[in-house]
């Protein structure tokens, strides 16, 4: 081992020099050399820049798998350089219950075909999920943690290097200070022969004092201008999270569109497999019935319901507002959009779940969940 003696005593040397300077710095008994306002503000906003970047991509992982204990195995797996193992999604290991408990309670009774229905819409909602988190994991996460763990290293590498080297200029512009304070004192006096040597060990060291001030000054500029150059990239670091930030919204807006059609697909085939709602009537029915109802030769008991032929009761008619666009499955249904006004009704032996709704001649089943009741 190359063991130096004169480079350890200079380092510590230094380090010494730098500690003083610090120490009388924070007790206001030393000068210290103040940056522009416009760096100022570079180092500000890199600052912030580091805070909340911190901040975004943690609360994203947060999103993205809220449970903190696979949070921390996912860490360790990254920091171990080893692929981590395909996890199940909540809504993956719902649909596998979902299926198992049809397959027991049988897959031909109603429920058991509702919960393979349901099952099946529950793992295409985990498989979008899944899509979800590696899209963002790559496009959004993985550029801010580049940034923390790359660029930030960079600059706090640098900007500690610029302390360093502000607190030795710092440190010379003290000595020659002093250096300079003490040369003034020893011409005030008396021109004595035995003063002489003396004041030419002052002039030196004051003359050696110069020196090291304009190496440190040199020093600090190099690096400052170095600093200066990592922190105006901060701006590109901008741009660059703003592109990730487009790609992280597209990617949720894309699961949110998935999952809202899986779930309309899959409220349909409910609906369908429900049946169309039968409507039993009698003699007794105060309800008025059409002309076509009347001719019917078909027993009125077993007769289906027809909404284009039933007259609305004279009451029990109401104004309900659509709460989001709804897509009639057939003929049978009445199609909505979001915030549209209709006018309401039920029929007796009708399916709770639904109302007659009708605009203008126009008239359908629609589903109660997409309605709002008015008056």
Same mark, same amino acid.
């Given at each position: 081992?190359?063991? =130096?003696?004169?480079?350890?005593?200079?380092?510590?040397?230094?380090?010494?020099?730098?500690?003083?300077?610090?120490?009388?710095?924070?007790?206001?008994?030393?000068?210290?050399?103040?940056?522009?306002?416009?760096?100022? $503000?570079?180092?500000?906003?890199?600052? =912030?820049?580091? $805070?909340?970047?911190?901040?975004?991509?943690?609360?994203? @992982?947060?999103?993205?798998?809220? $449970?903190?204990?696979? /949070?921390?195995?996912?860490?360790? &797996?990254?920091?171990?350089?080893?692929?981590?193992?395909?996890?199940?999604? *909540?809504?993956?290991?719902? %649909?596998?219950?979902?299926?198992?408990?049809?397959?027991?309670?049988?897959?031909?009774?109603?429920?058991?075909?509702?919960?393979?229905?349901?099952? @099946?819409?529950?793992? /295409?909602?985990?498989?979008?999920?899944?899509?979800?988190?590696?899209?963002?994991?790559? *496009?959004?996460?993985?550029? +801010?943690?580049?940034?923390?763990?790359?660029?930030?290293?960079?600059? #706090?590498?640098?900007?500690?290097?610029?302390?360093?080297?502000?607190?030795?200029?710092? #440190?010379?512009?003290?000595?020659?200070?002093?250096?300079?304070?003490?040369?003034?004192?020893?011409?005030?006096?008396?021109?004595?022969?035995?003063?002489?040597?003396?004041?030419?060990?002052?002039?030196?060291? !004051?003359?050696?004092? @110069?020196?090291?001030?304009?190496?440190?000054?040199?020093?600090?500029?190099?690096?400052?201008?170095?600093?200066?150059?990592?922190?105006?990239?901060?701006?590109?670091?901008?741009?660059?999270?703003?592109?990730?930030?487009?790609?992280?919204?597209?990617?949720? !807006?894309? &699961?949110?569109?998935?999952?809202?059609?899986?779930?309309?697909? +899959?409220?349909?085939?409910?609906?369908?497999?429900?049946?169309?709602?039968?409507? *039993?009537?009698?003699?007794?029915?105060?309800?008025?019935?059409?002309?076509?109802?009347?001719? #019917?030769? !078909?027993?009125?008991? =077993? #007769?289906?319901?027809?909404?284009?032929?039933?007259?609305?009761?004279?009451?029990?008619?109401?104004?309900?507002? %659509?709460?989001?666009?709804?897509?009639?499955?057939?003929? =049978?249904?009445?199609?909505?959009?979001?915030?549209?006004?209709?006018?309401?009704?039920?029929?007796?032996?009708?399916?709770?779940?639904?109302?007659?709704?009708?605009?203008? $001649?126009?008239?359908?089943?629609?589903?109660?969940?997409?309605?709002?009741?008015?008056?």
């Amino acid at each position: 081992m190359d063991f =130096s003696v004169k480079k350890l005593a200079s380092d510590a040397g230094v380090f010494f020099s730098r500690a003083v300077q610090f120490t009388e710095e924070k007790l206001g008994q030393a000068e210290k050399t103040e940056l522009d306002a416009h760096y100022e $503000n570079l180092l500000a906003r890199a600052d =912030s820049t580091k $805070n909340w970047t911190e901040k975004i991509l943690h609360q994203t @992982e947060v999103l993205l798998q809220p $449970n903190p204990s696979a /949070r921390v195995e996912e860490f360790l &797996y990254e920091k171990l350089d080893r692929k981590m193992p395909a996890r199940t999604t *909540n809504a993956e290991l719902l %649909a596998q219950y979902m299926m198992e408990a049809a397959n027991e309670f049988g897959p031909g009774t109603p429920y058991g075909q509702t919960l393979l229905r349901v099952g @099946e819409t529950e793992k /295409r909602l985990g498989g979008a999920e899944r899509e979800f988190i590696h899209a963002s994991s790559i *496009n959004f996460l993985t550029p +801010l943690r580049s940034f923390l763990e790359g660029d930030w290293k960079s600059i #706090s590498k640098e900007r500690r290097l610029l302390q360093n080297r502000r607190l030795d200029l710092d #440190s010379c512009k003290a000595k020659l200070k002093k250096a300079k304070a003490a040369e003034v004192k020893a011409e005030a006096l008396p021109d004595f022969q035995e003063t002489r040597p003396r004041n030419y060990v002052l002039s030196a060291s !004051a003359s050696a004092a @110069e020196y090291e001030l304009r190496v440190a000054q040199t020093e600090f500029d190099r690096q400052a201008e170095v600093t200066r150059l990592l922190l105006e990239g901060i701006s590109s670091t901008h741009v660059n999270h703003l592109r990730c930030l487009h790609e992280f919204v597209e990617a949720q !807006a894309a &699961y949110y569109v998935q999952c809202y059609q899986h779930m309309l697909d +899959l409220q349909k085939q409910l609906s369908r497999f429900s049946g169309a709602p039968v409507v *039993n009537v009698d003699s007794t029915s105060p309800l008025p019935l059409s002309a076509a109802e009347v001719s #019917s030769s !078909a027993p009125a008991s =077993s #007769s289906s319901l027809c909404t284009s032929d039933v007259t609305p009761p004279v009451s029990g008619t109401r104004k309900a507002r %659509a709460l989001y666009d709804y897509e009639a499955a057939d003929s =049978s249904e009445l199609a909505l959009l979001a915030d549209e006004l209709i006018m309401v009704y039920s029929l007796p032996g009708m399916d709770p779940d639904w109302l007659i709704g009708e605009r203008g $001649n126009q008239k359908g089943k629609v589903p109660v969940t997409y309605l709002e009741l008015l008056s």
